[in-house]
């Protein structure tokens, strides 16, 4: 596990664009099942791909006529419970951190793995998020 003081920033930085953070296993089932239309969950990380890739490629997907209409992440390495949860949702997916997925009425509609995301620029990752939500939300 981190320390707090080292991961609350890298939190932080999703929770401030209105991300709600899910930290046990009954809030990433409540909030993956009762979700209505498109939820965005991400799975946050402290690598250097997270900060300088994910983060703010997911925060630029955000900035469209279409997004979802939840935002959710856990935090990988620190909310273990809630991350393995996640998973089992991602499936057929492979465990990956970081990742980003969009559900839709509760349904995994598309996947963005660690490799997707590490070799990507912030931008791209952007574009393929925003064309994710142009056709699911």
Do not use: W
Request: glycine share 8%.
């Amino acid at each position: 596990m981190y320390p707090q003081e080292l991961v609350q920033p890298m939190k932080d930085d999703l929770t401030n664009v209105g991300f709600q953070q899910l930290t046990t296993i009954d809030e990433v089932d409540q909030t993956i099942d009762n979700s209505k239309g498109c939820l965005l969950v991400v799975v946050n990380s402290v690598c250097g791909c997270a900060a300088g890739n994910m983060r703010p490629g997911v925060k630029l997907s955000l900035k469209n006529d279409k997004i979802p209409a939840t935002l959710a992440t856990v935090f990988a390495g620190v909310d273990g419970e809630a991350v393995s949860q996640a998973r089992k949702y991602f499936l057929p997916y492979p465990a990956s951190s970081p990742s980003i997925a969009l559900f839709k009425d509760g349904k995994l509609v598309h996947f963005l793995e660690r490799h997707h995301i590490e070799g990507g620029s912030a931008q791209m990752i952007a574009d393929n998020l925003s064309e994710a939500y142009k056709e699911f939300c």
